[in-house]
């Protein structure tokens, strides 16, 4: 790798009671809230910044969202117990070993735990705040937003759409032998539990609405249309797909426009390690949107390694779209055409142990951060073959945390402030600690890059605030 370093220079630490359990667990939405996903549930830092302000400290206040205990797949129209009692012992072993088919005959309480955590977009600041989305192992998901200052809870998506599903299913099956009732409950079960989702762009035409991608169990996307009001929101289900890559691990769809038509490109990665790649298109004036029917391979290869919700991110450059895939320990990068078709790829080895933080910086530079706590910069270009060409460089950290495990990092939206996760790792975690997860807030620009920023934007102060906030505190540490 190549040897020249940016550096991270770490600023303050914030400390918390829960183990942040899960890769790529931190998310900063664009009004300024990072949500960090913990066992006990989603550990929220909002930024307040004031000018007035003396201490070199970020301000910082700090709530809790506890997971709904909702699960899905508890209800599937069929008795499991009955079943049970005629299951042969290989079919038994199967039920009693995926706590996706009959999550409550275990020995105890199955509490579902954080999965992933997300934002909205917004593009209006002054009276609607962005919407946190909550997905948990058991496939529920859940839509939050702050008001006055608590976390009210506005709709169960997977309410939604297990209640779409029980309208289908037949209340009056023909006999059925067991393999087939078996066969039945994984069918229902597994179409019922959500497993990744992932937010498009806001549209405001006639009302204010954002497109929710939605992937299951068994492979269906759903297209979900969000309408947003300062104190609620509506949810429309308005189009689904039925995709042959069975378990979806994690969604991205950037929105682009190919011969004047404005559409998304929804990457799907699954659990055996394919890609595909779904073309939706806006209807009824932008006012809708579709799956229009083409598809492609974005990548093959069934490498049995899973992206995690988080793990799949993308970028528009220069007539294309990166798409940064963490794999592992690997990096994929795959340049793609506006219409969906894939250009080239490339493969960046970090020989650590497993990425867990992926996030441009830039269209054409992202951040990568390692189970170590190493962190890279990747800068992605093409060459004249439209072959994909890479510069890794290694950002020099001042942190050591040898006993922890960095589970991610989220980037401030100027890209002033970067804050990386850290939590004990297994071998302390039955130690009697009072904090076993640290958030670290690190700068990611020094005084003169942050000052020729300043003197250059021409937008509202509200979009560079982490800049004018960095500066405050160098300030503030030199008088």
């Avoid at 667990?25 to 003396?54: C, H, R």
């Amino acid at each position: 790798m190549n040897t020249k370093r940016m550096k991270l220079q770490d600023i303050q630490v914030s400390k918390c009671t829960s183990h942040v359990h899960v890769p790529f667990a931190a998310s900063w939405s664009q009004d300024n809230v990072i949500a960090m996903a913990t066992d006990m549930g989603v550990y929220l830092m909002e930024m307040t910044p004031s000018p007035f302000n003396k201490s070199p400290n970020l301000d910082i206040r700090r709530y809790v969202v506890f997971p709904s205990d909702t699960n899905p797949t508890f209800d599937s129209g069929i008795d499991v117990n009955d079943l049970m009692r005629v299951l042969s012992e290989e079919e038994l072993y199967q039920v009693v070993q995926d706590v996706t088919l009959a999550p409550h005959i275990k020995g105890s309480r199955y509490s579902p735990s954080v999965k992933h955590a997300g934002w909205s977009p917004i593009r209006i600041t002054h009276n609607l705040r962005s919407l946190l989305t909550v997905l948990t192992d058991s496939g529920g998901l859940d839509i939050y937003s702050l008001s006055c200052s608590k976390w009210k809870h506005l709709i169960s998506v997977s309410n939604q759409w297990h209640k779409i599903c029980k309208s289908e299913w037949d209340k009056n099956p023909k006999k059925l032998n067991q393999s087939e009732l078996l066969k039945l409950l994984k069918e229902r079960t597994y179409k019922v539990k959500i497993t990744a989702f992932a937010w498009g762009e806001v549209h405001h035409e006639n009302v204010i609405w954002c497109p929710l991608f939605v992937g299951t169990m068994d492979g269906m996307i759903l297209m979900w249309k969000i309408s947003q009001q300062p104190t609620n929101i509506t949810i429309d289900l308005i189009s689904l797909v039925a995709s042959d890559l069975g378990h979806i691990t994690a969604l991205n769809c950037p929105l682009v426009s190919h011969d004047g038509q404005a559409q998304y490109l929804l990457f799907c990665a699954a659990l055996d390690g394919r890609i595909q790649t779904h073309v939706v298109g806006l209807t009824d004036k932008n006012e809708s949107a579709a799956f229009v029917g083409q598809s492609y391979v974005t990548w093959s290869e069934q490498d049995k390694i899973e992206v995690p919700g988080g793990g799949l991110i993308s970028s528009i450059c220069q007539n294309r779209v990166i798409l940064a895939v963490a794999k592992g320990p690997n990096l994929l990068l795959v340049m793609n055409s506006f219409q969906g078709s894939v250009v080239s790829n490339y493969v960046v080895n970090t020989n650590d142990l497993c990425i867990t933080g992926v996030s441009f910086t830039s269209p054409d530079s992202l951040l990568i951060s390692t189970t170590e706590g190493s962190v890279y910069n990747v800068a992605v270009r093409l060459d004249y073959n439209e072959f994909i060409q890479t510069d890794v460089t290694v950002v020099e950290t001042s942190f050591q945390y040898e006993n922890y495990r960095c589970n991610g990092f989220a980037l401030s939206n100027s890209k002033a402030f970067i804050c990386m996760l850290f939590s004990v790792q297994g071998n302390y975690d039955h130690l009697q600690l009072r904090e076993y997860s640290q958030a670290v807030w690190c700068s990611f620009k020094d005084m003169d890059e942050a000052m020729n920023l300043i003197s250059s934007h021409l937008g509202s102060l509200y979009d560079i605030w982490d800049i004018l906030e960095l500066l405050r505190m160098k300030t503030s540490f030199l008088l």
